[in-house]
């Protein structure tokens, strides 16, 4: 089966976010019948209120480090294919930034 990218609305948030080709195969392999419906940074959100995430920011991890609550996220254009993605950093002007198949593609595992 071939999959190309495809833009959705995130239900939370209303942003619309790409749920690219190698995720779609992704869900396919993994046995999942449909579509994302929140973007990543609304997942993390209820990710992390479902964990039991603290709502304060918790700044006592290693090196000064979040543990714990929401992670706010960037949008941002990928640097290599041109995709929207988003970043849970601010990006600098001066450095590319990438989604994360490229981020994939540029530094394997």
Not at 55 to 69: F, I, N, Q, V, W
């Amino acid at each position: 089966m071939t999959y190309v990218d495809r833009t959705l609305t995130c239900v939370d948030c209303g942003v619309g976010f790409i749920h690219s080709a190698d995720d779609q195969k992704y869900y396919a392999e993994k046995g999942f019948s449909s579509d994302p419906k929140r973007c990543v940074s609304c997942r993390a959100s209820r990710r992390a209120a479902r964990d039991g995430g603290p709502d304060a920011r918790d700044l006592g991890g290693p090196r000064g480090y979040e543990t714990g609550g929401s992670r706010e996220y960037f949008a941002v254009l990928c640097s290599e294919c041109g995709n929207q993605a988003q970043v849970p950093f601010k990006p600098r002007m001066d450095r590319p930034v990438y989604c994360s198949d490229c981020f994939r593609k540029i530094r394997p595992e």
